[in-house]
């Protein structure tokens, strides 16, 4: 993915907010994701860029040169290495942050159908999956925490 758009994650991210902007479709809301997504990832953005420049300068810069920031290019990185995408390394970065964010949005558009649009009282079901989310938000948040508390030590 690197080949094509030098932040994927990044821009999966706004794609994946911005499918939820879609599902709710409000100005009001659709304004405060865009801003709050580039005034945060662009100042993350900028960062990882002077650390990558100083780390591999002449590479790095040709590569900046090659592949946009953000858009993805139709043609892959001429300069490209055979390493493989591998699944761990996005892990350690984290993004279960952003998989319990997407969670929640899932959950508030859930309850919003149930509560505004059905207006009727939770079902055991809605309990149940409501508990289900919890324990799964909790578990990310422990498994952060613990890897967090190993990496101090």
């Known amino acids: 993915p690197y080949?094509?758009?030098?932040?994927?994650l990044y821009f999966g991210n706004f794609l994946i907010g911005l499918g939820f902007c879609v599902v709710i479709w409000h100005p009001l809301i659709v304004s405060i994701f865009a801003?709050?997504?580039?005034?945060v990832y662009w100042i993350t953005i900028e960062g990882e860029?002077?650390?990558l420049s100083f780390k591999f300068k002449a590479a790095y810069e040709d590569y900046v040169r090659s592949v946009p920031r953000f858009i993805p290019r139709f043609f892959p990185y001429p300069r490209r290495s055979n390493t493989r995408f591998a699944i761990h390394r996005v892990l350690g970065h984290g993004e279960p942050i952003t998989v319990?964010?997407?969670?929640?949005l899932y959950v508030l558009l859930y309850l919003r159908?149930?509560?505004y649009q059905?207006?009727?009282p939770f079902s055991i079901p809605t309990y149940?999956?409501?508990?289900?989310?919890?324990?799964?938000?909790l578990a990310i948040i422990f498994s952060m925490w613990s890897r967090y508390r190993t990496k101090r030590k």
């Open 100 to 104: 319990l964010g997407i969670i929640a």
């Open 35 to 39: 801003i709050g997504f580039f005034a």
């Open 49 to 51: 860029e002077q650390r």
């Open 113 to 115: 159908q149930e509560l």
């Open 3 to 8: 080949a094509y758009v030098r932040n994927p």
């Open 128 to 137: 149940c999956f409501l508990a289900l989310v919890v324990a799964l938000g």
């Open 118 to 120: 059905e207006q009727k």
